[in-house]
């Protein structure tokens, strides 16, 4: 069996991994799993510190002593602690059902993906987005042959001071022209020539078209928000919309 498939299927991996029961090999892959999915590592953290505070007040014999005289079934500090029990095994089955999860199509740096081997994915081509008055989309390309990161480049027209965020979405057309979203960054910072730079997956992002909106952080006029439309084509193909 894989070990990305021991991940799924074992309930108890989160817990073996706090306890440091995992093998080097099975270490690697759940810590990899972490790194694409940043809000696991944090509840997984939030855990591991409940278990050592707990352990540390029982060391101390600080633990005895908040229980008190009463009968142990009658201690508050009993029953909050028996409330902490299903509560980290919740915190558990949340890291679990998230590992679970597909990865984020975009990142906000190529050192955000991961490949297959746990190592970083190795950054890829290029793609400037502009905005167009003639034809059908901003930006057309085609996959690469390999996976890598590919990073796409904005420039928004909404412009502000040192501090200005913006948040960019990410959703595909589908026939019909509705949107679905698939991915969402949040208060980017653009670099010093004002370019806006976020990095999609090759091996997640499909051929299709997509709609790209950037707003200004924080900013509730409509002015502010920019769509840019994309067409990506499969690997290898050669041809493009000409309107």
Not at 164 to 171: H, M, P, W
Not at 189 to 195: C, I, L, R, V
Not at 198 to 208: E, N, Q, R, T
Request: glycine share 8%; proline share 7%; hydrophobic share 40%.
């Amino acid at each position: 069996m894989r070990i990305q498939n021991k991940l799924k299927d074992d309930p108890a991996i989160a817990s073996r991994y706090l306890a440091d029961q995992l093998t080097a090999e099975e270490r690697e892959e759940f810590e990899a799993q972490l790194l694409r999915n940043p809000e696991v590592a944090e509840e997984l953290e939030a855990t591991a510190r409940l278990k050592v505070g707990l352990g540390k007040l029982r060391d101390s014999g600080e633990l005895p002593k908040l229980l008190g005289a009463k009968p142990l079934f009658q201690r508050p500090s009993f029953l909050a602690a028996a409330a902490i029990v299903p509560l980290a095994a919740i915190g558990l089955m949340f890291a679990r059902t998230a590992l679970m999860t597909e990865p984020s199509m975009l990142a906000a740096s190529p050192g955000s993906f991961v490949d297959q081997s746990g190592g970083q994915l190795r950054p890829g081509e290029t793609h400037a987005l502009e905005r167009l008055r003639g034809g059908n989309y901003d930006l057309q390309f085609a996959l690469p042959e390999t996976r890598q990161a590919i990073e796409l480049r904005v420039r928004p027209a909404a412009t502000g001071g040192a501090d200005t965020r913006y948040n960019v979405a990410l959703s595909v057309i589908q026939d019909g022209g509705a949107t679905a979203p698939v991915a969402t960054l949040k208060k980017l910072s653009p670099a010093p020539d004002q370019y806006i730079s976020v990095f999609a997956d090759s091996a997640l992002l499909k051929p299709g078209r997509y709609q790209l909106v950037v707003t200004l952080d924080g900013s509730k006029s409509p002015d502010s928000e920019e769509i840019f439309l994309i067409r990506v084509r499969p690997a290898g193909s050669a041809e493009f919309d000409a309107t």
